[in-house]
């Protein structure tokens, strides 16, 4: 494709280019969307996307020098696969009483000292066992160049480590062991021309905040045109750095992939509180009129309330709440007699009373 071609196109939607890809890192710079998408996508990255991480340990047997629950807390910090996770079901959806095979990973760790020398084990010992939801979920990730992996403990000769390690799915805002990525970096106007920042300097603030490899994407400030209050920023600097369990362009993906998951929700909730709130009880769309489930009694929210009516000029339809309609002006929506409880906090039925 002729892309200089497309030079003169007007751009429509997010637009994306990657200006550097490797096994664990991706640099790329996003444009035509806002500052709020762009930082959603970042925390997203950050703390939403879900992998596999050890959550439960039995421990069988432990003749190390490390407690059980350091040894725990290590195993939970080892990354482990999570391509395809979409295949596991999250603990809290699935129907078993703890875990099983839809939802969790079983992983073996037996190891042993015989000799004189000291011993270490590594990621690398730990065994998934079968079944399993595909072929690479719940394996640890080994990244050195000798195969071996994190260091779990070290054992001298007669010492033993014998594990049951169960991986469930979750994500980085439960715990940060679920995090897939080491380091999320984010920027936007290296320039800074629109102010955003207030640099603190002693003689040259050129000199003392020296701009980043961004800057080489953007016009340097003209210092002829008036400061424009109205900016906003519309290009911004990611650069993902993966820990192994997912490549970063899937970090990336997943992100959005997140993002949409949670907007429809949102949608889907409004429409439903809508439909349940007015259509369903036979008001309109929004509810304000007729009957619709929420104690808004007469038309205009007009009601009988014998502590207004003909006293204090508000006996009109419209001008009594919701919460005034029943019993004497203590009704509730809930269908108490004073409060939802059936009685105020103080146990006085008419909220005020002398002693």
């Not at 762009?38 to 439960?56: F, G, V």
């Not at 990973?105 to 079944?131: F, S």
């Not at 007015?278 to 304000?288: L, T």
Request: hydrophobic letters at 35%.
């Amino acid at each position: 494709m002729d892309y200089d071609a497309m030079d003169g196109l007007e751009e429509v939607g997010p637009r994306v280019t990657v200006r550097e890809a490797a096994t664990g890192h991706v640099d790329f710079t996003l444009g035509n969307v806002d500052l709020a998408f762009a930082n959603s996508l970042r925390r997203t990255m950050l703390a939403e996307i879900p992998t596999m991480a050890i959550d439960l340990v039995e421990v069988e047997a432990n003749t190390s020098v490390l407690a059980d629950e350091f040894i725990a807390h290590r195993l939970g910090l080892i990354p482990l696969n999570s391509k395809q996770i979409e295949d596991v079901l999250y603990s809290r959806d699935c129907e078993c009483d703890q875990y099983c095979e839809n939802c969790s990973i079983t992983l073996t760790l037996h190891a042993r000292c015989t000799g004189d020398e000291i011993m270490k084990v590594y990621a690398r010992d730990l065994v998934v066992a079968e079944p399993r939801p595909n072929e690479w979920v719940g394996l640890p990730v080994i990244t050195d160049a000798l195969g071996l992996g994190s260091v779990i403990c070290k054992l001298r000769k007669g010492q033993e480590l014998r594990m049951k390690c169960v991986a469930k799915k979750g994500i980085a805002k439960e715990h940060a062991k679920w995090a897939p990525t080491s380091a999320v970096a984010f920027e936007y106007d290296p320039h800074n021309k629109l102010k955003h920042l207030d640099y603190w300097y002693e003689e040259d603030p050129i000199k003392e905040w020296p701009p980043s490899k961004n800057a080489t994407w953007e016009d340097p400030p003209s210092t002829t045109l008036p400061f424009a209050y109205d900016a906003s920023p519309s290009k911004f600097y990611f650069e993902v750095d993966s820990i192994g369990n997912l490549e970063p362009d899937a970090v990336v993906q997943q992100g959005i992939k997140v993002m949409q998951q949670k907007l429809a929700a949102v949608i889907r909730d409004l429409e439903g509180s809508a439909d349940a709130s007015g259509i369903a009880n036979g008001g309109d769309a929004n509810g304000v009129s007729g009957g619709d489930g929420l104690g808004f009694g007469g038309p205009g929210f007009g009601g009988t309330d014998a502590a207004h009516t003909g006293q204090d000029g508000f006996g009109a339809e419209g001008f009594a709440t919701p919460f005034l309609t029943g019993q004497g002006g203590n009704g509730s929506v809930w269908g108490g007699g004073a409060t939802p409880y059936g009685a105020t906090p103080y146990g006085q039925q008419n909220g005020w009373s002398a002693s």
